[in-house]
C-alpha cells in the first residue's frame, strides 16, 4: 500500500456520461498530480493541486477539471465523456522531502 | 520544456544476465531523475532516484542507475536479472527549479526477462 487512496478502482460508463474519480494522498503530502496512462499516449501530465490550488496543467482536456478540498482529497471530474477517454487514471502525491511521486493504483475508466 | 526519451520499446533478457533499459533526457538547469516500475493492473512503483552526488544510485530490488551528465542519460541496470523482474518501466525528469516542477515521463520499456 502506497498511501495513495484512489476510488473506485474500475469504471465502466457510457459516452456523453460524467464520472467523478478520488484521490486521497498520503498524509502529510501537499500536492496532488493527476495522470492519463493510455496504450497510445503513454502517462500524460493532467494538473497539479498544491494545498488547495491548482499550480500547474498539462494536457487536460476542457471536459475534465479538477479540485483539491481543504482536507487535501482531490477529484477529477470527466464529462461529456468518449470512447477515447477510457484510460488508467493515476493519482500521485508528493512532499518536499522525496521529490518524486507516489502514485495510487489507478482508476481504470472503460467508456462505451 | 522537458522530455525523456527511452529507446527501446522492448527489452528481453534470459534470467541471470545483466540487464540494462536506456533513458535520455533533456531538462533545463539541473535534472532530478527517477525510474519507476509498474506491474500489470498496478500503478507505479519507485525503484530509485538521483538527486545530486554519487553518479551511481543503487534503489530497490538490486536495481541501480548511473547519471551521465554529458550524455545526458540514465539508464537503469541490474547485474543479474530475475524473471520476477519482468515488468514496464518508466525513466522520468523534472527540473531542480522553475514553475514546471512536475515529473515528465519517458514512454516506457517493456522487460521480460525469460527463464
Do not use: M
Request: proline share 4%; hydrophobic share 30%.
Amino acid at each position: 500500500d502506497s498511501g495513495v487512496t484512489q476510488t473506485p478502482k474500475h469504471l465502466i460508463t457510457a459516452t456523453g456520461q460524467r464520472v467523478t474519480l478520488r484521490c486521497s494522498p498520503r498524509s502529510g503530502d501537499l500536492s496532488v498530480y493527476w495522470y492519463q496512462q493510455s496504450l497510445d499516449q503513454g502517462l500524460q501530465f493532467l494538473i497539479q493541486y498544491y494545498n488547495g490550488e491548482e499550480r500547474a496543467k498539462g494536457n487536460i482536456l476542457e471536459r475534465f477539471s479538477a479540485q483539491q478540498f481543504p482536507d487535501l482529497h482531490s477529484e477529477l471530474n470527466l464529462s461529456s465523456l468518449e470512447l477515447g477517454d477510457s484510460a488508467l487514471y493515476f493519482c500521485a502525491s508528493s512532499s518536499r522531502t522525496f521529490y518524486g511521486y507516489t502514485f495510487g493504483s489507478g482508476t481504470r475508466l472503460t467508456v462505451v | 520544456a522537458q522530455s525523456v526519451a527511452q529507446p527501446e520499446d522492448q527489452v528481453n533478457v534470459a534470467e541471470g544476465n545483466p540487464l540494462t533499459v536506456k533513458c535520455t533526457y533533456s531538462v533545463s538547469g539541473n535534472p532530478y531523475l527517477f525510474w519507476y516500475v509498474q506491474y500489470p493492473n498496478r500503478g507505479l512503483q519507485f525503484l530509485l532516484k538521483y538527486i545530486t552526488g554519487d553518479n551511481l544510485v543503487k534503489g530497490s530490488y538490486g536495481f541501480e542507475a548511473e547519471f551521465n551528465k554529458s550524455q545526458t542519460s540514465f539508464h537503469l541496470k541490474k547485474p543479474s536479472a530475475l524473471v520476477s523482474d519482468s515488468a514496464l518501466y518508466f525513466c522520468a525528469v523534472r527540473p531542480e527549479s522553475g514553475s514546471a516542477r512536475q515529473l515528465t515521463f519517458g514512454s516506457g520499456t517493456q522487460l521480460t526477462v525469460l527463464p
